[in-house]
């Protein structure tokens, strides 16, 4: 979540003080992103040196600042709002591989621990539709936030029924450990291809 | 205790010797007034056996069901049938309204079967669908009703009268998720109202407005989520995960 450009965003409104940015932006994000002060203040200042964003030259003392968006401010908050952000997974996923690792452990029963995450996974969901079904429907910052977690916690659920699923139609032998080969004795690297899926960052 | 449907040590053989195949294996399953509980589990795990043997339309093999204080397996073809009529409302994913009555008359039919005279059972149809905020559509006919207003006409008709339990299987069905969420608000909101629910999904995001879910497999009982400790939980994290 980009703070920098949340912020950006609200002083398109027009000028603004940092508290009252503060309050705004919670206000928006259905008080589920809290955010502290301090950060705000480190990202107006980092907006300023960027030249996004501009204060009140005379600072008095005891005055709170006020901050306002540039044009450049402006157009950089066009250009992310048109740039959908990155889509690579994470380099690795705990769960993914708290799972691979699970299924060659011997006297683990892999489906009772998928199951044991889709409970917990689940209960969370539980949570979130119900901060939906209390909220009222003309809350749309809440509405937008507790969606987009209902469908990414949805995506792990599906991810933990389709390893049940494969598991079923292929329960795992005992891992073979191979005997060392003549080459690999000999200090030779093996050619054997290997596959990279996603991003190694 | 005020469970409306309770299920003690539950079993399901369809035939019989080597082509025997269990679909429900010693299930303990109890929903109280008030609570709508969730059934998830993959296909084949037992969940649709679960509810129709809970809605008394099919007999279990093993153990005891009882819907209102009543021992189901004692019950006459008669009562059961009964039962089923006055106490039970049932929710399919499709082919739920009658297409040549108007969403009032469809509310007020399971009444009228009942014996109650058409003006009263009229008034009492109007009555829900004034509660589920559906009066204005009294008139419309299925063909008219797009599938979600479809889907809530025929909630009000499984909740109309004096029925306890509410079994639902797949509600949503093919409705996209702005009509799905709207369909299961009033489901949520008929148990609030007085009602057991119990509702059979292989959706995550429906089972997650229920108060509880249990999760099937192979027509076992594996785990059920703990009540919840509520939507506070979730605003004293970081904000900048």
């Known amino acids: 979540m980009s703070v920098r450009h949340a912020l950006l965003a609200l002083l398109t409104e027009g000028p603004k003080y940092g508290l009252q940015l503060r309050q705004e932006f919670e206000a928006r994000t259905g008080d589920v992103w809290p955010l502290n002060v301090g950060q705000v203040y480190t990202t107006l200042q980092r907006l300023e040196r960027e030249g996004h964003a501009e204060s009140d030259d005379a600072e008095r003392d005891g005055v709170q600042k006020r901050f306002r968006i540039t044009e450049g401010g402006a157009a950089e908050l066009d250009r992310w709002l048109r740039t959908p952000p990155g889509t690579v997974p994470p380099p690795r996923d705990e769960l993914v591989m708290k799972v691979q690792v699970a299924v060659r452990l011997p006297g683990v029963d892999v489906r009772d621990i998928l199951q044991t995450h889709r409970r917990q996974f689940v209960e969370e969901m539980q949570r979130y539709t119900t901060l939906k079904a209390e909220a009222s429907p003309d809350d749309i910052g809440l509405g937008l936030v507790v969606d987009a977690e209902l469908f990414r916690l949805e995506a792990v659920v599906r991810w933990l029924d389709a390893a049940d699923a494969r598991l079923l139609r292929q329960p795992l032998q005992p891992p073979q450990v191979p005997a060392p080969s003549a080459a690999a004795a000999a200090g030779r690297a093996t050619k054997t291809p290997r596959r990279r899926v996603g991003a190694r960052r | ?241």
């Open chain 2, 1 to 241: 205790m005020t469970a409306v449907l309770s299920m003690r040590k539950v079993s399901k053989v369809y035939g019989s010797g080597a082509a025997a195949v269990t679909a429900l294996r010693q299930v303990d399953l109890d929903v109280e007034v008030g609570e709508l509980v969730a059934i998830m589990g993959p296909s084949g795990s037992g969940k649709s056996t679960l509810l129709t043997i809970a809605g008394s339309l099919e007999e279990a093999t093993e153990g005891k069901v009882r819907v209102c204080d009543a021992d189901v397996s004692d019950l006459s073809a008669d009562a059961q049938a009964r039962l089923r009529r006055r106490s039970i409302g049932f929710v399919f994913q499709d082919l739920n309204l009658l297409a040549g009555l108007s969403a009032a008359e469809n509310v007020a039919l399971p009444l009228e079967l009942d014996g109650i005279g058409s003006r009263a059972a009229r008034a009492r149809a109007m009555g829900v669908l004034e509660e589920l905020g559906l009066a204005d559509r009294e008139g419309a006919y299925p063909d008219d009703m797009s599938g979600g207003e479809r889907q809530r006409v025929a909630i009000a008709r499984a909740v109309v009268g004096d029925r306890r339990l509410l079994l639902a299987d797949e509600p949503t069905g093919a409705l996209d998720s702005a009509n799905g969420e709207s369909v299961m608000r009033m489901l949520r909101s008929a148990c609030k109202r007085g009602l057991a629910g119990v509702m059979v999904t292989h959706d995550s995001q429906l089972a997650a407005w229920a108060d509880r879910v249990v999760f099937l497999r192979d027509g076992r009982v594996v785990d059920q989520t703990a009540p919840s400790p509520g939507p506070e939980a979730l605003l004293t994290r970081d904000a900048t995960r």
